[in-house]
């Protein structure tokens, strides 16, 4: 589930011992590695990186053949009973191959890149889905992990559900005319907003919801100035919860350049869980409903 921004990775003294202890537990591994596949061979074993991974295994009903998960990967509840291999974007390969896995099946940005390319060089196969905010992007990773699985027309169907789902919850605002400016804000650091650009979870979803994102010129996430947060001019601040350190209304609405905001001026703030709003996987169609509802409230047609 990619709804952290790609901040930098802690490298030099402490990566060095890390890749170099997983290079050896590597190289305990049969020869041969085994990237780059598209089915699992044995997917009976199978470790699940990102939270929308693990959805969809369940959603397929396919569950069975999970052997551990990522700690993005909280839903359903029932997850939460496999072993945690650790934070998809702080992988150690240790703990990865300490579950054995016959397969590994990773969204894409899972790392750091030096632990993926371990885990890659090993035996154990590895299937990378790519990682897109949209409708597509969610077939396509339905019809990824089903393939991977096996089971390919089961993913079809699935796929073919979730599509008819998700276009008609893009519908549900096609009738709006004034369109909402949204400012996803991941977190305060200093006083200062950290704040989704293009090409981010947050921009999808808030465009998937019939609305604006205030900001515009970048893609990922950036730390930004007072002046540009002011001429963003958002209607509504959109921020997580269940996901890092909680931002209080007090200290959202106390800084200066939210303040002098019309969401600012009208503490206009809208809050759902993290890996339901930015997850992008099964329960998108939903959370594109709530979100809408949450902005335009009656104007959105069932």
């Known amino acids: 589930m990619r709804f952290f921004p790609n901040l930098p990775v802690m490298r030099g003294s402490m990566l060095g011992p890390m890749v170099g202890l997983s290079l050896a537990f590597a190289a305990l591994q ?12 044995d997917p009976s074993k199978i470790a699940a990186i990102g939270g929308s ?27 939460l009973g496999l072993p945690d291999v650790g934070y998809m974007r702080q992988l150690s390969p240790e703990g990865v191959l ?13 790392g750091p890149r030096e632990a993926v390319d371990v885990l890659k060089k090993t035996s154990i196969p590895f299937v990378e889905v790519p990682e897109h905010y949209s409708r597509e992007g969610i077939l396509e990773k339905v019809r990824i992990v089903g393939k991977a699985l096996g089971i390919d027309a089961k993913a079809d169907a699935l796929a073919d559900e979730l599509d008819a789902k998700l276009t008609a919850a893009e519908k549900q605002t096609a009738s709006i005319k004034q369109r909402k400016r949204v400012l996803f804000v991941l977190s305060i650091q200093g006083g200062k ?48 919860s269940n996901a890092g350190p909680p931002v209080s209304d007090e200290e959202l609405f106390g800084n200066p350049a939210i303040a002098s905001t019309p969401a600012g001026t009208a503490r206009k703030i809208i809050r759902i869980d993290g890996a339901y ?3 992008f996987g099964p329960r998108t169609a939903d959370a594109i409903h709530d979100l809408a509802v949450s902005l335009y409230g009656g104007q959105v047609t069932d």
Do not use: C, W
């Open 98 to 110: 300490s579950v054995n896995p016959t397969g590994i099946l990773a969204l894409q940005g899972s």
């Open 53 to 79: 991974i693990t959805e969809i295994v369940y959603a397929l009903g396919e569950e069975k053949h999970l052997v551990a998960r990522d700690s993005t990967s909280r839903y359903p509840r029932a997850a």
């Open 277 to 279: 709003l930015l997850g």
């Open 30 to 41: 049969p020869a041969g590695a085994a990237e780059d596949v598209a089915v699992f061979p």
């Open 193 to 240: 907003i950290l704040a989704a650009g293009g090409e981010t979870a947050a921009d999808g979803i808030i465009k998937l919801a019939g609305a604006v994102n205030a900001i515009e010129g970048f893609s990922g996430y950036k730390q930004m100035s007072d002046e540009a947060i002011v001429t963003a001019s958002p209607d509504v601040v959109l921020m997580m």
